[in-house]
Each structure stands twice: as C-alpha cells, then as structure tokens.
C-alpha cells in the first residue's frame, strides 16, 4: 500500500503545483456544468425551432445523463490506466469537439450527437477532478477545497440558465455552445502547460464482461426511466423491460465484482455506513435538484408566459447564494461535522419544496425567487458535506472508487429524477383535464399544466422526507485516524 500509493502522492505534497492544477480543472467543470444546465431554458425555444414534443426535447438531457452513466462507472479504471494529464488532454478534446459541432448543430438529431460528445469529456472529467483533488490535498483542509468545487458546479448551472436566457433573446441557442468553446480552449492550453500526474498508472486487468453489464446495467435504468417521462409511461413493454433488464444487468455486476481480485469498482467502499449514508444524501441531493430545475423554467416559461431571458434571471439569484454558501459551508464541515448542516438543511428543502407545491399561474416574482433562494440554500448544506464526509471515511486505495460510486449514482439520480418528475408532471395536466367538461379547451391548458407543476413539487417533497429521515443515522468521520490506518 505504502509503495502503491504513496509512491505517487507522498514525495510531492510540496511538488504539486495545486492553485493551477486546481483552475484547469474547476474551469474545464464550470464550462461543462454550464453547457449542462443551460440548455434547459432554450428547451422552450428548440422545441418551437425544430418542431419536437417535450418529451423529445427531454432526449438532449437524458442522452446526456445516460452517456455519463454508461461511462463514469468505468472512470475508477481509466484513472488507474492513463496518467492524469492524459485524461484531462482526452475529456477536454471531447468537450471541445462536441460543443463545436452543437454550435453548428442544424438539426435535432445532430445537436443529440453533439450533446453524446459532449457527455463523454464530462465523465472523464468529474471523476478526475474528484479524485485528483482527493490525491493532492490533506484531509484536514478538504471540506474547504470541496466547497470550492461546490461554488464552481453550483454557480455554472446557475448562470447557465440566465446567460443562455440572453444569449437566445438576442442571437440563438447555437451560442450558449459558441460562447462555452474559447473557455474550454483555455483550460486545455492551461491544463496541457500545468496539469502535473498525481496517480500512480497501475494497468489492471481490464474485465470486458465488468464493462458490459455495468454499461447495459446503469444504461438500462436511465433509459427505461427516461423512456417513461414519455408520452408512453410506465406501463409501456419497453419501459419495463429495459429498467428490468438494467437491474438485472446490476445484480450480476455486483456480484462479479465481489468475487473478482481486481474488481472494475471495488464495492467493498459499500462496507464503510457513512459512505453508504453519502451516496444516499448525494442520490437524493442530485433528484430534487435537477427535477427543479427542469421543472421550474418549464413553468416559468410556459405557466407564467416569461421569455427565456427573464426565467433564467428569475432563477439566478438561488444558484448565486448556492455558490457562495458553498465554501461557508465547507468550512463549517471541517469545523463542526455533517450532522448540523445535513438535517436542518433537509427540513429547509422539504418545506420549500411544499411551499412550491402550492405555485399557480398568480405567483408572484418575488415569491418564486424566495422560495428558490431558500431551496438552494438548504441544498448547498447536504450536498457537499454528506460527499464529503462520505468519501473521508474511504482508505485512500479505494478514493477512484468511491468517486466513481458516487459519480455514477449522481447521473443516475439525476435522470431518474427529471424522468419522475416530468411523467409526474404530465400525468397531472392529463388527469386535470380528465375532470374538465371540454379538455379541448384552450382555457383549461394553464390550470392543468400548473397541477401536472404542483405534483412534480409534491414528488420531491417526498424524497426530501425520505432523505431527512436517512439523516439521523450520520457521523462524523475522524480522518486523521483512518488515512493513518489506511496507510500503515
């Protein structure tokens, strides 16, 4: 162990060059978390552009997700194949390639291809920030080095939406992808001067059948999922069969794992209960977010008739407090534990969001912006800290993994979601006009649309209870103890 691991990290805690390793990566991860989120806003707008249904529009987040869940599981793999300049030069020539030819997109199933691309740099890219700054930054100070990636991954989706809402009003939607391209130039140039190899390349045996059942596994779910967001729901052959062949397909990875000597993802991190209990914050965490923030553009928008523009501002000053509450709250981790951040920040998210529940076509601004405001707020104190704290209690032979884990089940969180969400949301609106005397009415479109909105909100309310409930079982981790242990 002492040879393995420390041979890589130990000799250059002083050799690393950690401010300019740290800008490559978090610039290349805002970029990508900003191109993520800000086509939500123009959904609105693509869906008039190329003449497509909601649920096809839906397609260029989910095809997104399900490319990160197919890959991200393999990451732990490829961290300990490549050296990290390596990976970062590849993500970064995937991000780049897919957002120029997004920005050149001239039709749907182009700019669905071009989003693919696109995915596949931020999965190479997530698990390598996560895991290099693991690598190369004490246990003592991660909590505040976590809450700088915490105020970059929060700040990009929030003024995602706002930028894009510009962008579209004034040019088209190719320039959220035109705007993104000189930025990951920069990081390339950047990380190709800076970024130095801070993991020991170890080439394990590659396990192709691993690869194949965790792709068909975690594919299988996204897309089954996704699918039932669809006009078809959850009663459709196709639905039930792709999520049962998934989690079929996830039995027998995990199975395989556990028998393997060098497993693909060493699930014995499954064996440490506050990493179990961040995993499970992380899923919930990751639900609730990007469900909102599906939903409440499509509200804005569509139920309260504002342009993309004003939607995204509306929306800006919730992830600007997100962002910056995010290092607060990493120091208050490393001063004080998880447990005060984690359960009063459940209870903020559920009672927002059951005051969201009660939104109408009446709703005022100011009350969308508090209620958002308070909604991030309460996210920015579970997120970081129950990661945090999860991955801490990891020897750190298993840090590619439990990064990995936790990466993969946050794309997986995140389609899973936003599929509940919008079949919750759409199985509202048809259930609404079912008690109209005339569903063809213009007039009833809006009330039924606002009860499909108010659902989905109810939906995340529950799994905000049942996140809150999770809570009362986590400790903290004293990591002197343990990266000592783990290393002697």
């Not at 529940?357 to 129950?386: D, E, N, R, Y």
Request: net charge positive; charged share 10%; proline share 5%.
């Amino acid at each position: 162990m002492e040879a393995t691991m420390q041979g890589s990290t130990q000799p250059g805690e002083k050799k690393f060059k950690t401010i300019p390793i740290l800008v490559s990566l978090l610039l290349s991860g805002f970029i990508g978390m900003f191109s993520e989120t800000a086509l939500n806003v123009a959904l609105s707008d693509l869906m008039k552009v190329l003449s497509i249904t909601p649920t096809t529009a839906q397609w260029l987040t989910t095809a997104y997700l399900l490319t990160l869940g197919i890959l991200v599981p393999i990451s732990g793999l490829l961290l300990q194949w490549f050296s990290t300049r390596q990976l970062f030069v590849a993500a970064l020539s995937f991000s780049i390639l897919g957002t120029f030819l997004a920005a050149i997109s001239p039709s749907f199933e182009f700019l669905l291809t071009a989003r693919v691309v696109q995915a596949m740099g931020t999965a190479l890219l997530l698990p390598l920030m996560f895991n290099t700054i693991l690598v190369i930054i004490p246990a003592e100070k991660r909590g505040a080095a976590m809450g700088m990636i915490g105020l970059v991954i929060m700040v990009a989706p929030a003024v995602g939406p706002t930028i894009a809402g510009l962008l579209i009003e004034s040019l088209s939607w190719h320039w959220i992808f035109w705007l993104s391209l000189p930025f990951l130039v920069l990081a390339l140039v950047f990380g190709i001067l800076f970024m130095q190899n801070v993991t020991k390349v170890t080439k394990p045996r590659i396990d192709l059948l691993s690869i194949v059942l965790s792709s068909i596994g975690f594919g299988g779910i996204v897309f089954g999922f996704s699918s039932a967001g669809e006009a078809e729901g959850w009663g459709s052959p196709k639905v039930i069969f792709t999520i049962a062949i998934g989690v079929v397909a996830l039995v027998l990875f995990g199975i395989r794992q556990m028998k393997m000597k060098q497993p693909m993802i060493n699930l014995r991190a499954f064996k440490f209960p506050m990493f179990v209990v961040g995993v499970a914050m992380v899923f919930i965490c990751m639900m609730v977010i990007l469900s909102s923030m599906l939903i409440l553009p499509m509200y804005l928008q569509q139920g309260q008739g504002y342009t993309a523009f004003k939607a995204g501002l509306l929306l800006l000053p919730g992830g600007i407090i997100n962002g910056l509450m995010s290092p607060i709250m990493g120091r208050l981790f490393d001063k004080y534990g998880p447990k005060w951040l984690v359960i009063p920040g459940l209870i903020i998210v559920a009672v927002t969001l059951w005051f969201f529940s009660g939104i109408t076509a009446a709703s005022t601004v100011a009350f969308v912006i508090v209620l958002h405001s308070t909604l991030m707020i309460g996210v920015s104190m579970i997120f970081m800290p129950a990661q945090t704290n999860g991955i801490n209690q990891l020897p750190i032979e298993l840090y590619p993994d439990g990064t990995a884990i936790m990466n993969t089940l946050q794309q997986v969180a995140g389609a899973i979601g936003t599929a509940l969400a919008v079949s919750i949301m759409t199985a509202g609106s048809k259930n609404y006009l079912k008690t109209v005397s005339d569903p063809a009415d213009p007039s009833n479109a809006l009330p039924a649309f606002t009860e499909g909105v108010q659902n989905a909100f109810m939906f995340g309310m529950g799994v905000a209870i049942v996140g809150l409930i999770l809570a009362f079982f986590i400790k903290r981790v004293i990591v002197q103890h343990k990266t000592q242990a783990s290393m002697h």
